[in-house]
């Protein structure tokens, strides 16, 4: 919250189902249709502006990594990393987040509402099908969704215990 808010000037809208989540001077989102995170991802479409920032709650982001989603403000972004971090350790890609602008909301919806039926059918219905969908699948109006790689101590985090680990390895750096 406080990165968000150093740097976008902005308090983030905090997107859950968890009432333990709510922080007290954020708005909170409580989505009806959360089956597969980008599930949870379309039933924002009524949060979503000129320019719309999803960071992921399972992140810790470098102040490094906040710039780079200030930087990277036209088009449609997705941020991650496509293989393993040498800062880490962890062996495998991973997606921090997406940004997009006004002219995307219809082709990002297409792309949510499409990766959402293969979920129905089977499929995972994650963060990567809908990066591997927008990457294949442009507008010609539109310029192609980007991946813009962080490299740095950005990571995704899977319980309590990893984030501190993580914390440490980043502040000890």
């Known amino acids: 919250v406080d990165q968000v808010e150093k740097q976008f000037g902005v308090l983030p809208v905090i997107v859950t189902q968890d009432p333990r ?3 007290t001077r954020c708005q909170s989102f409580y989505p009806e249709r959360r089956r597969w995170v980008v599930e949870t991802f379309l039933s924002t479409r009524r949060l979503w502006s000129l320019r719309t920032v999803v960071l992921l709650g399972d ?4 102040d490094g990594a906040m710039a780079t989603f200030l930087q990277n403000a036209v088009g449609l972004v997705i941020f991650g990393r496509r293989g393993a971090s040498a800062f880490s350790g962890k062996r495998y890609g991973e997606l921090f987040g997406v940004s997009f602008t006004r002219q995307y909301h219809e082709f990002v919806v297409d792309c949510l509402d ?3 039926a293969d979920a129905e059918g089977g499929a995972r219905g ?3 099908d809908f990066c591997f ?5 442009q507008l010609p109006r539109l310029q192609p969704a980007t991946f813009c790689e962080i ?6 985090f899977d319980s309590p215990q990893e984030y501190r680990y993580l914390k440490r390895l980043y502040e000890w750096a």
């Open 151 to 156: 490299h740095d101590y950005t990571e995704d």
């Open 21 to 23: 989540l709510h922080v």
């Open 59 to 62: 992140v810790l982001y470098t």
């Open 133 to 137: 969908f927008a990457e294949a699948h």
């Open 126 to 128: 994650k963060l990567w």
């Open 114 to 116: 499409h990766v959402i």
